[in-house]
């Protein structure tokens, strides 16, 4: 079965720029996989940002973006503000009998 | 408006059964794919169920197989979550998520299982 892998935890500085990425066990990422990315904050259902590796929500602010980085998944935030602080997950479509894995998450401070 | 709305969380024994229910309004119900996810206290999200918007194909996550049944009444608007032999850990908010072409978009806002003695 497929293990998808974020990166714990990340910091990053109010403004600055912080890039997540997303890697599956069985290879590279690719499109085929079409990542789709969610921010979750304390108490909160998951809200959607990112579908299909690049595309944007109707309500995605304009900061966050999606990408395919070095074989991963990858979700860069650009003008960090404070109210991005929360855990961010990747889903991956694995397709088979078990079509979507999430990754661990990664847990974004900003400081 | 887009709402997706669980229902049928609470407390039950180990082995017990439970029945949840996931009311969607606002968009073509029988036009998305449907999941269950879970998040146990303090963990992340686990994906654990699949239906088709026909109803299908269906597919369970290895850690459900056998105990959970996912179905849906597109004429009801309704999606269900068939909880057999609970274990404790199983506990968990049990969000439902649409899909469409691979965009899991909406999630309601869960429903909270606990199993314990």
């Known amino acids: 079965q497929t293990v998808v892998t974020q990166e714990p935890s990340l910091t990053v500085s109010p403004g600055g720029t912080v890039t997540l990425t997303c890697a599956s066990s069985?290879?590279?990422?690719?499109?085929?996989?079409?990542p789709n990315w969610f921010q979750q904050k304390p108490g909160q259902a998951p809200r959607a940002l990112i579908y299909?590796?690049?595309n944007k929500h109707s309500w995605t602010p304009a900061r966050f973006s999606g990408s395919l980085l070095g074989g991963k998944a990858a979700l860069t935030l650009s003008g960090v503000q404070a109210e991005d602080e929360a855990e961010y997950y990747c889903?991956?479509?694995?397709?088979?009998?078990?079509?979507?894995?999430f990754g661990g998450g990664t847990k974004l401070t900003v400081l | 408006e887009v709402q997706l709305v669980e229902s049928g969380g609470g407390l039950v024994q180990p082995g017990g059964s439970l029945r949840l229910s996931c009311a969607a309004s606002?968009?073509?119900?029988?036009?998305?794919?449907m999941n269950w996810v879970r998040q146990s206290p303090g963990k992340g999200l686990e994906w654990i169920s699949y239906?088709?918007?026909?109803?299908?194909?269906?597919y369970y996550a290895d850690s459900v197989k056998g105990r959970f049944t996912i179905s849906r009444d597109n004429a009801k608007n309704s999606l269900y979550l068939q909880m057999n032999s609970l274990r404790v850990e199983d506990t968990a908010v049990y969000y439902c998520?649409?899909?469409?072409?691979?965009?899991?978009?909406?999630w309601g806002q869960g429903t909270l299982v606990t199993v314990s003695s």
């Open positions: 069985t290879g590279a990422v690719t499109s085929g996989y079409y």
């Open positions: 889903l991956l479509y694995c397709g088979g009998v078990q079509p979507w894995v």
């Open positions: 239906i088709s918007n026909g109803g299908g194909a269906i």
């Open positions: 606002g968009f073509t119900f029988s036009a998305y794919v």
């Open positions: 998520a649409r899909d469409l072409n691979w965009s899991v978009d909406f």
């Open positions: 299909s590796t690049s």
